[in-house]
């Protein structure tokens, strides 16, 4: 496309957004757009004084009228109380005219990951997974799953140290999981009722709480692994997990459809991130659907810990033959020579990174997101504090 015809578009957008929210025009001037997507655009915006020009750098959040109010809601509440501080971004101020919506927050200029990812030294990787854990840890503080951690989502500005987590638009309230102290299929019974009729009274029960529920795993199913749906499997309800969030960063709990995800989520998405910047490959994962993500988690971490793995979450997989385990070091390290064997020799930079640094790579990658470490816990790592 040719530049004059970007150009075009792009004070095409800017147009509509003033059009639809005058009172931006008043308070800004708008210089270019900066990030777009599904449910957003994102401006460089400058504040005007009371002489017309130009001051301080904002980025103005310009939401499409077809994102639902709750979702505007809950991003909204997000910046509101969580940012502000330990490199969460804060909101400064919210416009909103008719159904359309803006966000007007700090802007900072930032590197593109793909500018640094094969750069990164020992020091500089330790800083950066130490602020982006910060600022997970402050978010899971407030019982929020981000959902949606990536690279673009995490800014870095190299020069000034700076970093900034953005971009709420998918963030979930967590609430954690009550152990249940009773058996929903059972109902106490007088203790003067005969054991006869106790015994038949529970029977009875169960059966009605059972069909009431379309709960049919007391009866087994024969059609598992055959060419075929039995007739108890088609009356069982469907399943339904939150599966939000950027392909190539999900964790197997959230590909396997297991409903209750918690904070978890934001923290292997994390170590994908770092598993980036140790092997010097992005993206990592490649895979078009959630079957093929599956699939190639299976072939780093292999087919009888992933089979575990499923077990835990209620699920169950099966696999043609043994996929063995790939040491996670041992990966980073044979991707980091295929990538540096494309570089001319005088470019090519050898980078060694201390044990700890796979350890705690391997913690934030842990397959089982209950023993998977936390934003806090890692934050106390000894690859963050040598």
């Not at 249940?180 to 009274?201: E, G, L």
């Not at 499997?233 to 918690?262: F, N």
Request: net charge positive; hydrophobic share 35%; proline share 7%.
């Amino acid at each position: 496309m040719e530049a004059n015809k970007i150009e075009e578009i792009k004070e095409d957008q800017v147009a509509v957004m003033l059009k639809n929210i005058p009172v931006l025009d008043d308070l800004f001037t708008i210089h270019s757009k900066i990030g777009e997507g599904s449910f957003s655009t994102v401006f460089l915006g400058f504040r005007k004084n009371q002489n017309g020009r130009d001051r301080k750098k904002y980025a103005i959040k310009y939401l499409v009228p077809i994102c639902h109010p709750s979702r505007i809601e809950r991003e909204l509440q997000c910046l509101k109380d969580i940012g502000g501080q330990d490199n969460v971004a804060g909101l400064e101020l919210c416009l909103r005219s008719g159904g359309y919506v803006a966000f007007i927050m700090p802007f900072i200029g930032h590197n593109e990951f793909s500018e640094y990812v094969h750069k990164m030294e020992t020091d500089e990787l330790r800083e950066y997974m130490r602020a982006l854990l910060t600022a997970l840890s402050r978010v899971h503080s407030f019982k929020i799953i981000h959902r949606d951690i990536k690279p673009s989502n995490f800014l870095y500005n190299r020069i000034k140290k700076k970093y900034l987590l953005v971009d709420f638009g998918l963030a979930q309230k967590y609430v954690p999981s009550q152990p249940s102290t009773q058996n929903p299929a059972k109902t106490p019974v007088p203790n003067n009722v005969p054991a006869a009729k106790k015994r038949k009274v529970d029977e009875n029960k169960m059966d009605t709480t059972l069909k009431s529920t379309n709960i049919v795993s007391v009866e087994k199913c024969y059609c598992f692994g055959k060419p075929k749906v039995c007739s108890l499997c088609l009356i069982r309800p469907s399943q339904t997990a939150p599966r939000a969030g950027t392909p190539g960063y999900r964790p197997p709990e959230v590909l396997l459809k297991y409903p209750a995800q918690t904070p978890a989520i934001d923290i292997w998405a994390s170590g994908i991130i770092m598993l980036c910047m140790l092997s010097e490959t992005h993206p990592f994962f490649r895979a078009p659907d959630d079957t093929t993500a599956l699939a190639e988690i299976v072939s780093i971490f292999g087919s009888t810990a992933m089979q575990h793995c499923a077990k835990r979450l209620g699920k169950k997989l099966m696999f043609g033959s043994d996929i063995p385990e790939i040491n996670l070091a041992t990966l980073c390290l044979k991707l980091q020579e295929r990538n540096r064997a494309k570089q001319p020799p005088v470019e090519r930079v050898y980078k060694s990174y201390p044990d700890e640094a796979y350890e705690l790579l391997g913690r934030l990658l842990d397959i089982n997101f209950k023993t998977r470490i936390t934003a806090e816990e890692a934050l106390l790592h000894p690859f963050l504090n040598p």
